[in-house]
């Protein structure tokens, strides 16, 4: 135990100031209610769907839970559940294996929703494409509002692109 | 090579040291060869298949065994009139899914296998049509059909399933696991893999050597290091390109690299799924420092697109080496302390003790590799058995532990750790000067080339055939995964069902990797 308290207490607060909203990374010209966005604004739901990455994106969504981007500190949260979520936020390309399995977590999550298409390949379909294997970008499978390019984008890029889904209008 | 000579078989040598060799067999050859190397402990590395009826008049299944002194590659012409080939299971039970793969793939059927239900194959194609056959085009859309895959059911008085999948509560790959369960223990654990197959072999067709090592980069994206490394190991042997030296021991830099902060991860996230946060904390922490360092003197977080076929992109500078030193440093201070906190720590080790646990006999009948496999006895580990530039200079040190238990391959990654910061150190020392990259010769139809490489998670194999203009004919990239994902299924036996995120967790098999 003394081990314990004494890295903690060696190691600090890490946290690093969240990123601010990019309206260019908004893919729609429609945009949730004001009084919702508010709502959301202060406690976020997210749920994340693998819907054909290679992992990469993945490995970056989990590094914006780390001590250095500290997500949750924004009381943005990721949930086990759609019924739980306001947000999904997908990684592509969308295989046609889990074509099905995305649309019915999309319809599982209340309204009213968000979606943020992570990466490269949920963006266009990245490397990967369009083929007998894959849908492709994750808005030819369902409605996308805020898309962050990257292979894979940075954990303040993920966050930018959250951030900006729930970002007020001006 | 001995024990195989008696078969009569004409190799053919791909590369001196370590032998690789290739040879075409007949269907009792082929099976013959897989006994003897079964006999003299040697392993099935990958099995994959090809249509060569432009190039050859048929189709043909390539098995990659590892013997005592290399790797043989064993190619077997099917013919289309009767598209099967002899079973091999029986010998390496590993090679059940990878033959079903085969099937849904080109069509070519493993002779009276026990088990012949799809792999690979969903709905995305009808059952009928094989994409890796030349007449297959890439972009088309099929319809899906109805999935209604048969499940082994178990019966019994108080048995239920519980279906988890392929959306995951946590933030990981997609698959679908179906636990049947008396109580809390499981009595069995059925996997379903495939939901991330995104045609990446029929992608590779026809793209430029250059081109494809992108792809490669992208097979699995937490290997990335390793897979770039094995495709430009199989380009530059089918074209007969030397890298530069200083090329290959920083590729080797990387690749530890990347199994440290592969490492660090997997130790937080362990710790996390025990309910102890303050390792996930710290440890992500110490991976985040590392990424960093990477973004900054390797311009990516996870060093993708840096090594490529004749070399890698450019040369580390001075202040690169100054500041890994500076962090290796760091990590050699911070790391004990907190083994000393898993380790003291009652709780943490009650839920990693016994857990998940594979038996070395186990491990060694089904055929478990890498770190898994380290874990559970299964002293092997290329960097020590077939060291090339430049581990031959390196002597690694393998690290490997008897329990086969999640505590096992928790301290199994703590060695690992160690050892590579000792390699990197002595890399960055004795690393020879000169040119980081040279142009990749080129190549002419039908050469052949094999990249093989111990990445964090066990040995990845990328097997490569070159059509003219430098293009590729056939790329088979093989992930480990492939080996240790049917163990999984036996590691969770009588667990409770609440133990399976953390056993899960401790293999951290790639679904996108073996899905392709």
Redesign the interface.
């Known amino acids: 135990m003394y081990?314990?308290l004494k890295?903690?207490a060696a190691?600090g607060i890490?946290s690093e100031p969240p990123p601010i909203a990019d309206e260019s990374l908004r893919a729609t010209s429609t945009r949730l209610e004001a009084a919702v966005l508010q709502r959301f604004g202060r406690s976020l739901a997210i749920r994340?769907?693998?819907?054909?990455?290679?992992?990469?994106?993945?490995?970056?969504?989990?590094?914006t839970?780390?001590?250095?981007y500290n997500l949750e500190g924004l009381g943005i949260h990721?949930v086990?559940?759609?019924r739980h979520a306001d947000m999904l936020l997908v990684t592509g390309?969308v295989?046609?294996?889990?074509?099905?399995?995305?649309e019915r977590?999309y319809e599982a999550t209340p309204d009213p929703k968000l979606v943020v298409a992570i990466g490269d390949c949920g963006c266009t379909g990245g490397?990967?494409?369009?083929?007998?294997?894959?849908c492709g970008q994750v808005s030819n499978v369902i409605p996308v509002d805020v898309v962050v390019p990257g292979?894979?984008p940075?954990p303040l890029q993920i966050m930018q692109g959250i951030l900006t889904a729930v970002a007020l209008p001006k | 090579m001995s024990f195989f000579t008696d078969l009569d078989i004409k190799t053919q040598q791909l590369l001196a040291q370590p032998p690789i060799l290739q040879a075409t067999v007949n269907p009792q050859q082929y099976r013959a060869v897989a006994e003897r190397v079964q006999q003299n402990g040697g392993r099935l590395v990958a099995l994959w298949g090809s249509d060569d009826r432009e190039r050859e008049m048929n189709m043909a299944v390539h098995a990659a065994l590892a013997f005592q002194e290399g790797l043989l590659w064993l190619r077997l012409p099917v013919g289309e009139g009767r598209p099967v080939f002899p079973d091999l299971a029986d010998i390496f039970p590993v090679a059940n899914r990878m033959q079903r793969a085969i099937y849904d793939l080109l069509g070519l059927r493993a002779d009276k296998a026990v088990d012949e239900r799809p792999w690979l194959r969903h709905t995305a194609w009808p059952a009928d049509s094989f994409p890796l056959r030349r007449d297959f085009e890439l972009e088309q859309d099929f319809a899906g059909g109805f999935d209604d895959y048969p499940f082994v059911k178990v019966e019994g008085e108080g048995v239920h399933e519980i279906p988890v999948g392929p959306v995951h509560a946590g933030i990981i790959e997609p698959g679908h696991f179906r636990f049947s369960i008396v109580g809390e223990r499981v009595l069995r654990l059925e996997e379903r893999l495939g939901y991330v197959h995104k045609g990446i072999e029929k992608r590779f067709e026809g793209m430029t050597l250059e081109e494809g090592v992108r792809l490669a980069g992208r097979v699995s994206g937490d290997s990335t290091v390793a897979y770039a490394w094995a495709y430009c190991m199989a380009a530059e042997m089918a074209t007969a390109t030397m890298p530069p030296s200083r090329a290959e021991w920083l590729r080797a830099l990387l690749l530890e690299r990347e199994r440290i902060a592969n490492h660090l991860g997997d130790l937080g996230y362990l710790g996390n799924d025990a309910a102890f946060a303050f390792g996930l904390a710290q440890f992500s922490r110490l991976k985040e420092d590392m990424l960093r360092l990477n973004h900054t003197h390797f311009g990516h977080r996870y060093l993708m697109d840096y090594i490529i076929p004749g070399g890698v992109v450019r040369n580390i500078s001075a202040e690169g080496i100054a500041a890994i030193r500076q962090e290796i440093e760091v990590l050699q201070r911070e790391l004990p302390t907190l083994k000393i906190i898993y380790d003291e720590h009652a709780g943490l080790q009650d839920r990693f003790l016994t857990t998940g646990q594979v038996t070395p006999q186990l491990a060694a009948k089904l055929g478990l590799t890498g770190l898994t496999g380290r874990a559970s006895g299964q002293a092997v580990d290329l960097r020590v058995q077939f060291p090339g530039v430049p581990y031959d200079r390196l002597d690694v040190h393998m690290a490997t532990h008897s329990n086969g238990d999640v505590a096992a391959r928790v301290s199994v990654r703590f060695d690992e750790i160690v050892e590579s910061l000792r390699l990197i150190e002595h890399i960055i020392e004795h690393m020879p000067e000169g040119e980081v990259h040279v142009p990749v010769n080129c190549v002419t139809d039908g050469k052949c080339g094999v990249g093989w490489v111990e990445g964090w998670r066990g040995e990845i194999l990328v097997a490569l055939e070159t059509t003219q203009d430098n293009k590729i004919y056939r790329c088979h990239p093989h992930d480990p995964s492939w080996q240790n994902w049917p163990l999984l299924e036996y590691a969770v036996i009588g667990n409770i069902v609440p133990d399976f995120p953390l056993i899960n967790k401790s293999f951290n098999l790639s679904y996108s990797g073996q899905d392709l």
Do not use: W
């Open positions: 081990h314990l890295k903690i190691s890490k994340q769907v693998d819907a054909g990455s290679c992992n990469g994106c993945e490995l970056e969504i989990h590094a839970t780390n001590p250095y990721f086990a559940s759609p390309p295989s046609r294996h889990m074509k099905v399995a995305l977590t490397i990967f494409g369009e083929s007998y294997a894959s292979c894979p940075t």
